[in-house]
């Protein structure tokens, strides 16, 4: 079982970037997935979750009203679509399966983890 994020890369200030996470099986279609961030010298943190049939959502209160996360149960992939970046926002992106099927904030409900992709924001 795999989990392969994409879509980061290196943006100004005020930008958007659209993150995408590839499921290699059909096997989550009735898990939760969340997105968490890791930047340099924190701990990682939770970002935005959506439940399994993708009506239920949740934020972390940094990234409310700009990051949007949304999933695809045909394609297998989830998105986080993050508009108005900050430089606060640099970190490494990692999307996840959860156990359950509604959206968590804790890292402890997510059993698989994808390899990152690298978000940079510049002033």
């Known amino acids: 079982v795999q989990l392969q994020a994409s879509g980061g890369g290196s943006v100004q200030a005020g930008d958007s970037l659209r993150l995408s996470c590839a499921a290699s099986t059909r096997a989550f279609s009735n898990n939760a997935m969340g997105w968490f961030r890791q930047a340099p010298g924190k701990e990682r943190e939770f970002v935005a979750a959506i439940s399994w049939a993708g009506g239920s959502t949740s934020y972390a209160d940094s990234v409310k009203g700009r990051f949007t996360i949304s999933r695809d149960k045909i394609k297998n992939t989830a998105s986080l679509q993050m508009n108005s970046l900050t430089p606060e926002d640099t970190a490494v992106y990692y999307c996840?399966?959860?156990?359950?099927?509604?959206?968590?904030?804790?890292?402890?409900?997510?059993?698989?983890w994808g390899q990152g992709t690298q978000v940079t924001v510049s002033s």
């Open positions: 996840a399966v959860s156990r359950r099927s509604y959206s968590g904030r804790h890292q402890s409900e997510y059993n698989y």
